[in-house]
């Protein structure tokens, strides 16, 4: 895809299988740009049988090839990405002339993490979020009420004066909430040293993808979390507190909308969720647990055991709208080969009403009742299929009711978790 710029969003809550469709199609991208969130959100890539995950740097470092960027739309904690750095290299993968740091990035410190996990232990149950408490939320409350620091200032002379001011007005949050208190020295010691060794990543990354873009390399975008964890169109309060969906690409980096050539959605077979919130599929039987364990669906960051349900299409459609989806990514379509019946939701109900898309209020979606129609289950091991014809004609038909319940078409579909059980779908092949 030369000159290609390309928006890839999770179009459910996260977790749909973004950093194995990314990998896939950094073989053509020049660059990959994380445009949002921080690590509290995991890609995993997995490559000859060897399982990696990322929390902040681009899927695209796997590629010796590619250039990543990390946005100016992320929350940085400088100590995760030295260490995710060094896994890289430890991995073989140099990051020299190949990783860049926005100089506009906000930092997560140790007393964002404090503020965070402080916060959730004063909530009662029905208020948590579940947040992962890497300090995320807290540091996108300091970018909005522009007390945050960025990336830059850890190349300035006064960057531990900053740090130790900062410290010092948490310490005071953190007593008020009756929650220990942080060693100012120690924080301002670790984030000098982290700085020292992370200035030479820093960049002008606006700068940077502006002037790719003039020499006509191409663009991947990569976004964390998914659409119904962004802040502004996810089931808030249960949400992130990046913009998750495709508009954050722009704003998160500085390529503006109309350089945005594709966008493709990645989607689950069925549904998952990690953390508090209504979930109108979840599976609270054995037919849940068989999803979770057939597709070890455990949080690539936290571990948490993910909550899994049913396909949504209500969820689908939603995000096609509001993401302006072009394609999609359909992703574990494997975990499903064991189920004599597959069940697809189409609505929901609620209160008496019918809904074809998902409401604004957590309250409502917490009351809805899925809608569903049955599929027949296809039986058959699917790992190993290279195209769309060795698939049971069950399984081209839940794809092609997919594509009609959502009205965008797959062209990416994963069998399993290597590079290699990746079906590429040409634009108008044949579902039926």
């Not at 493709?264 to 919130?277: D, F, H, P, S």
């Not at 569903?372 to 299929?385: D, S």
């Not at 081209?396 to 779908?425: D, F, H, K, M, W």
């Amino acid at each position: 895809m030369p000159g290609t710029n390309t928006v890839l969003i999770g179009a459910q809550w996260g977790d749909e299988g973004k950093g194995k469709v990314i990998d896939v199609l950094t073989d053509r991208a020049d660059w990959v740009v994380r445009y949002q969130g921080g690590n509290n959100a995991g890609h995993t890539v997995e490559i000859g049988g060897t399982r990696y995950v990322l929390h902040l740097v681009p899927s695209g470092i796997f590629r010796e090839r590619t250039k990543c960027v990390i946005g100016n739309g992320l929350v940085v904690d400088p100590a995760g990405l030295l260490a995710e750095i060094a896994e890289v290299r430890a991995a073989g993968f140099g990051v020299e002339g190949r990783l860049f740091l926005g100089d506009r990035a906000h930092l997560v410190l140790p007393y964002h993490r404090a503020l965070d996990a402080g916060r959730e232990r004063t909530l009662s149950d029905g208020e948590r979020i579940g947040t992962t408490q890497r300090g995320i939320g807290p540091a996108y409350v300091d970018k909005a009420q522009r007390t945050g620091l960025r990336a830059g200032a850890m190349c300035l002379p006064d960057f531990a004066d900053m740090v130790r001011a900062r410290v010092e007005d948490a310490n005071a949050r953190l007593a008020h909430q009756g929650q220990p208190v942080l060693d100012v020295a120690e924080v301002v010691s670790r984030a000098v040293a982290a700085a020292k060794e992370l200035a030479p990543l820093v960049a002008d990354t606006v700068d940077l993808l502006h002037g790719a873009m003039a020499r006509g390399e191409s663009i991947l975008f990569e976004g964390a979390q998914g659409t119904m964890l962004d802040v502004d169109f996810g089931s808030y309060p249960f949400v992130t507190s990046s913009n998750a969906t495709s508009g954050g690409a722009c704003t998160g980096s500085g390529v503006p909308p109309n350089r945005i050539d594709k966008v493709i959605g990645v989607l689950k077979a069925y549904t998952t969720r990690v953390g508090e919130g209504p979930f109108p599929t979840e599976l609270l039987d054995a037919t849940g647990e068989t999803l979770r364990a057939v597709g070890r669906e455990f949080g690539a960051t936290t571990g948490r055991p993910r909550r899994c349900g049913w396909f949504d299409a209500v969820v689908a459609r939603y995000s096609a709208r509001v993401n302006g989806i072009d394609a999609w990514a359909l992703t574990k379509l494997d975990v499903l080969d064991g189920f004599d019946t597959i069940r697809v939701c189409t609505a929901y109900e609620a209160d008496g009403r019918r809904h074809e898309t998902v409401p604004a209020d957590a309250g409502v979606l917490a009351r809805c009742r899925p809608v569903y129609e049955e599929h027949p289950g296809w039986k058959a091991v699917l790992r190993g299929a290279s195209g769309l014809a060795d698939l049971p004609a069950a399984a081209r038909a839940y794809v092609a009711r997919i594509e009609s319940l959502t009205g965008v078409p797959v062209e990416i579909l994963s069998v399993g978790p290597g590079r290699e059980n990746t079906i590429q779908i040409p634009a108008k092949a044949a579902r039926g």
